[in-house]
C-alpha cells in the first residue's frame, strides 16, 4: 500500500490544475452570470436579469434556435457520411483497410483554421466551385449563397467532425464478434437483414458517441460561422464572443455560456444512460 | 489387402441415398492448403464426426458446407441440389458455433425465434415452434433471460435450440462442447446423443477429442493435414485402424516395425506368421489385446514372448504395464487391475489382434 503522504504528493498536482484551470474559470462564469454592468463595470450585484433578457429578447433565442439546428444537421451529415464509411472499412475493406483508416484520420492532423480557409477557397465567389460551375454554363455569374451562409457553415463542420463521427462507430463494429453476423447469415438472413437485425442494434453504442461528439462540438463552435457563415450564418458562440469582446456584456455571455453548458451536460447525460441501455456486456 | 484397407475404399465411395455429398473438396488460404480434394459421403440421420488435430482441416471443411468459405476446387451435393454455390442464407443447414454466437442484443426468445423471423414465418407458428424447440432443451424458464446472463451450458442449449427451430436437414456443431468443463461436457455429450435420437436429424460434428468422437458418432472421418485418414465407425476404426497415424490417434497403441520374410514377420524378439508379401511392416497392437501368460500351453494362433516390467501405472479398474521384451524394444501392457507385478513374466497376444497398418 502507497502511505498517505505519498497518495496526496502525486494528486496533489491534478487537482490544483483541475481546480485552477476548471472549477475556477467555471465558478467565475457561473457567478459573473449573475452579475451585471452599470457604466461599463461589473458589478456584483446577484439578480437574475441575464436570464430574464435571455428569455425576453427574441434574438438570443432564434440565434440559439440557428444554432441548434445547425448543429442537428452537422450531426445527421456527419453520421450519413460517418456510419458508411465505417461500416465499410470494418466489413468489407480487406486488405485496403488500414490505408483507408489512415486517410479518414489524416485531416484530423491539419489544423482547423487551414481547414477553415480552404471552404473559403472554394466556396468563395472567386472560389473553385463557382469556376467550375462557371465553366461548366451551368451558372453564369457567381453564386453567392455558396459562402457566408447557415449552409457553408454546415458543410465545413461536417467536414471537420466527420472523422469524430467515424472513430467511435468504427470501434464499435469492430467490436462485433464476426460469428455473430456468420450466424444471422447461418439462419437465413441476407445482407441487409443482418444489418438491420444485428450490424446496426449493436453498434449503437458508437453511434450514439459519435452524434454526441458532433452535436456538442458543432454546438460550440465559432470559428466556422466567423469564416464561413456571414450574418445569416452566426452561431451562439459568437454572440458570447462578441458579448465578451466589442459589446463589454461579460455577465450576460456568462449566462449564455450557462446555458449552452446545461444543455450540453444534459445532452451528455442523456446520451450516457442511452449507451448504457444499448450495450450488453 | 487388409481389411482395414477394403474398408477405407468402402466407405469413400459414393453411396446411394446420401444426405450430403461432397466432392473432392479442396481449400487454399493464399499458398496454404487447408483442404487436399476430400470425398465424404453423409447419410440421411447419420452422426459423422470430423475429428482430427488443429490445422487437421476439419473446421474448414464444416464452414465450406455452412458456406461460410468458398471452397478452391469440388463440389457439395446435398439431396440433388449443388450446395457449394449457394450463399449461406439459401442452405437447409443450420450451425452451432464454437462459442455459441447468441445475439446479445436478444432475449433467449428473440434468439431462438431469429431463423423463423428472417423467413417471414407467421407469428403464430413462430410462437408454437419456439416453444417446442425451447422445451427440447430444457430451456422453457429461460425465455426471457439473456444470452449474457446464462452459463456455458445453458448458451449451448440455446444455440442448439436456435439452430433445430429452423428444422435443418443438416446440423453442424464446431466443436460445440470445448467451451464447458468435464462434467458439463460429459453430460451435454448423453443428452446430444439423445437428443439427434429422439429428432433424427443429421449431425455433422466437429472435435478434436477422440474420446467425444468415439461416444457419439455413427462414423467418425479422421482427418490429417487436410486428408481423409479414414472413415469408419468408431468400433471399426478403433479395431481395424487403416494408418499407424490412426492407430495412434485413436486410443493408445503399440506399434510394431519389422520385416517380413517368408510369410514370417519379425520384429526385435517377435515373431510371427503372416500372410503378406515381404518386404517392411508396421502392425498396430492394443495394450490391452496383451495378456500375462498363466498357463504354459501355447495355442497355434497365440505369440508368446518374455518381458521384463519397468513401470506400472495404476489407474483404477486397469493397470499400464511398460514391458520391455529384449533388444530395446518397449510394449505398453493393459491389464486388469490385479496388484503390483514386477520383474520378467510371459505374456501372449492373439494373431488377429495385431493389425498391419500402412504407414
Redesign the interface.
Known amino acids: 500500500m502507497y502511505s498517505r503522504a505519498y497518495k496526496a504528493f502525486v494528486s496533489l498536482p491534478p487537482l490544483v490544475w483541475v481546480g485552477l484551470f476548471l472549477l475556477l474559470p467555471y465558478a467565475l462564469m457561473f457567478a459573473h452570470s449573475f452579475w451585471a454592468v452599470r457604466e461599463g463595470v461589473v458589478v456584483h450585484d446577484w439578480n437574475l436579469q441575464n436570464f430574464k433578457t435571455l428569455y425576453s429578447n427574441p434574438v438570443y433565442f432564434a440565434v440559439l434556435l440557428r444554432t441548434m439546428r445547425i448543429a442537428a444537421s452537422v450531426t445527421l451529415c456527419s453520421l450519413l457520411l460517418g456510419y458508411p464509411l465505417a461500416y465499410y472499412l470494418s466489413f468489407h475493406a480487406g486488405a485496403r483497410k488500414e490505408l483507408l483508416y489512415q486517410l479518414v484520420i489524416v485531416p484530423l492532423w491539419v489544423s482547423y483554421l487551414v481547414r477553415g480557409y480552404a471552404w473559403k477557397t472554394i466556396l468563395g465567389s472567386e472560389g473553385v466551385l463557382n469556376g467550375f460551375l462557371q465553366y461548366l454554363h451551368l451558372t453564369h455569374e457567381p453564386v453567392a449563397f455558396l459562402l457566408y451562409s447557415p449552409f457553408a457553415v454546415v458543410l465545413m463542420l461536417t467536414h471537420i467532425y466527420t472523422p469524430f463521427v467515424f472513430l467511435p462507430i468504427y470501434a464499435s463494429l469492430e467490436h462485433i464478434?464476426r460469428?455473430?453476423v456468420?450466424?444471422?447469415?447461418?439462419?437465413?438472413?441476407?445482407s441487409t437483414?443482418t444489418f438491420f437485425?444485428?450490424i446496426l442494434?449493436?453498434s449503437i453504442p458508437g453511434l450514439l458517441a459519435g452524434a454526441t461528439f458532433a452535436f456538442v462540438l458543432s454546438l460550440g463552435d465559432f470559428l466556422a460561422p466567423l469564416l464561413v457563415g456571414g450574418a445569416s450564418g452566426t452561431m451562439i458562440a459568437n454572440v458570447v464572443q462578441s458579448l465578451f469582446g466589442a459589446a463589454f456584456d461579460w455577465p450576460l455571455g456568462a449566462a449564455i455560456a450557462v446555458c449552452i453548458l446545461i444543455i450540453t451536460i444534459s445532452l451528455l447525460f442523456l446520451s450516457e444512460r442511452a449507451e448504457k441501455r444499448?450495450s450488453?456486456? | 489387402m487388409s481389411s482395414a484397407e477394403a474398408n477405407l475404399t468402402n466407405e469413400t465411395s459414393p453411396a446411394p441415398g446420401a444426405l450430403l455429398e461432397a466432392r473432392g473438396l479442396a481449400k487454399h488460404f493464399g499458398k496454404i492448403q487447408v483442404l487436399k480434394g476430400i470425398s465424404l459421403n453423409i447419410a440421411s440421420g447419420e452422426f459423422l464426426t470430423l475429428l482430427g488435430e488443429s490445422g487437421s482441416g476439419k473446421t474448414t471443411l464444416l464452414r465450406l458446407v455452412?458456406?461460410?468459405e468458398q471452397p478452391t476446387a469440388g463440389e457439395i451435393w446435398m439431396g440433388g441440389e449443388r450446395l457449394d454455390t449457394l450463399?449461406?442464407?439459401?442452405r437447409q443447414?443450420?450451425?452451432v458455433?464454437?462459442?455459441y454466437?447468441?445475439?446479445?442484443?436478444l432475449s433467449v426468445r428473440e434468439n431462438v425465434a431469429?431463423?423463423l423471423?428472417?423467413?417471414k414465418t407467421a407469428a403464430r407458428e413462430i410462437g408454437g415452434r419456439v416453444d417446442e424447440a425451447l422445451r427440447l432443451v430444457k430451456m422453457q424458464d429461460f425465455a426471457t433471460a439473456?444470452p449474457?446472463k446464462l452459463s456455458g451450458g445453458q448458451q449451448q442449449r440455446v444455440a442448439l435450440a436456435?439452430?433445430l427451430v429452423?428444422r435443418p436437414q443438416l446440423l453442424l456443431l464446431d466443436e460445440p462442447l470445448s467451451a464447458l468443463d468435464a462434467n458439463l461436457r460429459k453430460q451435454m455429450q448423453s443428452e446430444l446423443k439423445a437428443l439427434q435420437r429422439e429428432i433424427g436429424i443429421t449431425f455433422l460434428f466437429v472435435t478434436h477429442d477422440q474420446e467425444e468422437a468415439m461416444a457419439l458418432s455413427d462414423r467418425i472421418a479422421l482427418l490429417r493435414d487436410g486428408n481423409l485418414e479414414q472413415v469408419a465407425s468408431p468400433r471399426e476404426i478403433y479395431s481395424h485402424p487403416a494408418t499407424a497415424y490412426t492407430a495412434q490417434f485413436i486410443g493408445q497403441t503399440n506399434l510394431l516395425r519389422g520385416e517380413i520374410h517368408r510369410s514370417i514377420i519379425t520384429c526385435g524378439n517377435l515373431r510371427w506368421p503372416v500372410e503378406d508379401g515381404d518386404g517392411p511392416a508396421i502392425f498396430s497392437l492394443r495394450p490391452e489385446a496383451i495378456r500375462l501368460c498363466t498357463d504354459g500351453k501355447r495355442q497355434t494362433h497365440e505369440v508368446k514372448f518374455r518381458g521384463a516390467v519397468r513401470q506400472q501405472i495404476y489407474s483404477g479398474a486397469s493397470e499400464l504395464l511398460e514391458v520391455d521384451c529384449g533388444g530395446g524394444q518397449l510394449l505398453r501392457v493393459r491389464l486388469p487391475a490385479s496388484g503390483p507385478i514386477t520383474g520378467e513374466h510371459e505374456f501372449v497376444f492373439s494373431l488377429p489382434d495385431a493389425i498391419r497398418v500402412k504407414e
Open positions: 464478434p460469428p455473430l456468420e450466424a444471422s447469415q447461418d439462419l437465413g438472413a441476407g437483414q437485425r444485428v442494434p449493436l444499448w450488453f456486456k | 455452412a458456406g461460410f450463399p449461406p442464407y439459401k443447414v443450420n450451425t458455433f464454437q462459442h454466437a447468441l445475439f446479445p442484443h431469429y431463423g423471423r428472417v423467413k439473456r449474457t436456435r439452430a429452423n
